[in-house]
């Protein structure tokens, strides 16, 4: 036979084998209900450019829990916190792992990092991380903090005096790639050194687009029988995570040949320390979860929140207001300032709620077959999304969900305590770096907020849709 005929035959055998597949039931009542399938794609082709909205339309027709297969791949999209907690806290060890994908093995050097880790591993790295990134030792990294956010508003200052209009991303991810570079490897990219060259210049490309394949996906990720061509193409190739890795392994290689083991300078060296210098592939992967978690997500929350003012001059005031009668300390805000300015704080939480970085945060896979609630059968195997996007859209949970209103987390608001609000997750998963989150967007905000107007280079609104994905 020859071997064109051979493939058609073995394609069709498999368009066959996965529509059927797709057909089939799990349980006699309580499988999620979902829209109908094609063979192969499942329900990829009817996510358009936004899967998160088209989630959210979806959950009017099947509920706040359904199903879709996202290729080969049976999903169950939650929107619903009760399930959700179920999910994430009352039966944690039963959705602990993350999915084995193409995209987390090749940004997490095969499973070795937090975020894309299982079982074991997990619990090991989480540790360690959790440790690095918990209040007391946060509360050493305030300082650098308020110097990072001192340095943006110096070169934001700057730029204003330059009379054109700027975009203050790059600035924003600048600020939190520092903070995590003093963090991790004790060591800041000075300010003199342009958002467009050196370390920062080389890091921004890799770690933007890694960032927005992690949380959008490819579809390699869906359809199985593609992903040995893709691997073997990627080992061809390289990937976008080859600089970030060649970046870390030199810093490895830097601390060890310096390291004193009783006077660790970082985190990296904490790492080193705890794997006895025994693990150099898993300590670089955890080391990158740092930079990938933690500069993207606070950075762009950062700018959602500007632009938002820019495009709400009336909020924008009233947070003025309140900073300027809170006054900070020398003219500077700091976290001790918290308290004192709950306007800013719900304007921060109503940013989240309006553009959470990560609509469908890092899918979980289900261990055991379970039924939750006596309602929701979930199978072994499943990907589970949870649907922040759509938790915080729902008009059904929420006053006109599409409008920015810091007042719905006001005292007094009947939406200040809304269960559908949870940025960072739940349960032992969830975000390792909320804290740090909490506190650089804080110092960051109320620092700019505090010296300058924000407002769009011709004086009309800002287009506000998002990008699918982190
Ligand atoms: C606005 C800021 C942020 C938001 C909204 C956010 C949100 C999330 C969400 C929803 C998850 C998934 C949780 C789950 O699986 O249930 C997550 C995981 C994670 N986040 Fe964040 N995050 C933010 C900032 C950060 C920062 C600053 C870091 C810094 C280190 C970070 C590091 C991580 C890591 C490593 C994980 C994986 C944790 C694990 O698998 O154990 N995040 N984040």
Not at 275 to 304: H, N, P, Q, Y
Request: proline share 6%; net charge negative.
């Amino acid at each position: 036979m020859n071997i064109f005929i051979f493939f058609i035959i073995l394609f069709t055998f498999y368009v066959i084998t996965s529509y059927i597949s797709k057909l089939r039931k799990f349980s006699e009542k309580n499988d999620p209900k979902g829209p109908s399938v094609i063979p192969v794609l499942g329900n990829l082709h009817q996510m358009g450019k936004l899967p998160h909205r088209t989630f959210l339309e979806m959950t009017k027709t099947y509920g706040d829990v359904f199903r879709v297969w996202m290729g080969d791949y049976y999903t169950v999209v939650v929107s619903d916190p009760v399930i959700a907690k179920l999910i994430l806290v009352t039966h944690h060890d039963n959705f602990l792992n993350r999915v084995q994908n193409p995209t987390f093995s090749l940004t997490s050097n095969h499973y070795q990092n937090l975020a894309a880790s299982r079982d074991e591993r997990w619990h090991h790295n989480r540790k360690l991380v959790a440790n690095s990134l918990s209040k007391s030792k946060l509360r050493s990294t305030v300082p650098v903090m308020e110097k990072q956010a001192e340095l943006l508003t110096i070169t934001m200052s700057q730029l204003q005096k330059s009379g054109r209009p700027f975009s203050p991303m790059k600035y924003c991810k600048k600020y939190a790639l520092n903070i995590i570079f003093s963090i991790v490897f004790a060591d800041e990219i000075p300010y003199e050194e342009g958002v467009e060259e050196g370390r920062f210049g080389m890091l921004l490309h890799p770690l933007d687009t890694v960032f927005k394949t992690l949380g959008a996906g490819s579809l390699v990720d869906y359809i199985t029988i593609i992903q040995p061509l893709f691997y073997a193409y990627k080992r061809f190739t390289g990937t976008e995570m080859d600089p970030i890795f060649n970046f870390v392994s030199k810093l490895y290689d830097e601390h060890v040949a310096t390291l004193d083991p009783n006077n660790p300078r970082d985190v990296l060296d904490v790492l080193i320390i705890d794997s006895e210098g025994k693990d150099r592939v898993g300590v670089i992967a955890v080391t990158i979860d740092f930079m990938l978690g933690g500069t993207d997500t606070s950075a762009t929350t950062i700018e959602w929140f500007l632009l938002f003012m820019a495009n709400n001059p009336d909020i924008q005031e009233k947070v003025g207001k309140e900073l300027k009668e809170v006054g900070g300390v020398n003219g500077k805000f700091t976290l001790a300032n918290k308290p004192n300015t709950p306007y800013l704080n719900a304007a921060i939480k109503e940013t989240l709620r309006m553009r959470h970085v990560g609509p469908f945060g890092l899918p979980r896979e289900t261990r055991e077959s379970i039924l939750l609630n006596d309602q929701v059968f979930i199978p072994k195997g499943s990907q589970i999304i949870i649907c922040y996007y759509g938790m915080c859209h729902d008009e059904k949970r929420w006053n006109d969900p599409e409008t920015f209103r810091p007042e719905r987390f006001l005292d007094g608001s009947e939406e200040k305590h809304n269960e559908y609000f949870l940025p960072f997750g739940q349960g032992p998963r969830n975000c390792v770096g909320m804290n740090l989150a909490n506190d650089e967007m804080y110092i960051a905000i109320s620092n700019i907020m505090s010296n300058f107007i924000v407002s769009s280079h011709d004086g009309k609104p800002i287009d506000d849709t998002e990008n699918f994905g982190i």
